[in-house]
Nanobody
Framework: QVQLVESGGGLVQAGGSLRLSCAAS????????MGWYRQAPGKQRELVATITSGGSTNNADSVKGRFTISRDYAKNTVYLQMNSLKPEDSAIYYC??????????????WGQGTQVTVSS
């Protein structure tokens, strides 16, 4: 079992920055992938950024050049640095971890979410 706890959300003006953190309840070194997703009211949850165990990252087109995902193994934490924020970035941001639990099973774990609101 893995618990993920997000923090760092809040209210910021357009053009501002926030850094989200996702702390895992155990070592993340063996996780297949971790990432950030977001869901705005009335919309489906969408991928923001992911990072694989090998360090490869993938960003949604809408955030390329503005958001950066990173991780700290010592702190079992993944970060999302968000710069040049826009009102359309407002959403609940969720942390995700993809973990192989057995030879044949892979599980998805989700955090409870953190609200990001960008005012114009």
């Amino acid at each position: 079992q893995v618990q993920l706890v997000e923090s760092g959300g809040g209210l910021v003006q357009a053009g501002g920055s926030l850094r989200l953190s996702c702390a895992a309840s155990r070592s993340i070194t063996s996780f297949n992938k971790m990432g950030w997703y977001r869901q705005a009211p009335g919309k489906q949850r969408e991928l923001v950024a992911t990072i694989t165990s090998g360090g490869s990252t993938n960003n949604a087109d809408s955030v390329k050049g503005r958001f950066t995902i990173s991780r700290d193994y010592a702190k079992n934490t993944v970060y999302l640095q968000m710069n040049s924020l826009k009102p359309e970035d407002s959403a609940i941001y969720y942390c995700n971890a993809v973990v192989r639990t057995t030879i044949i099973e892979i599980r998805n774990y989700w955090g409870q979410g953190t609200q990001v609101t960008v005012s114009s």
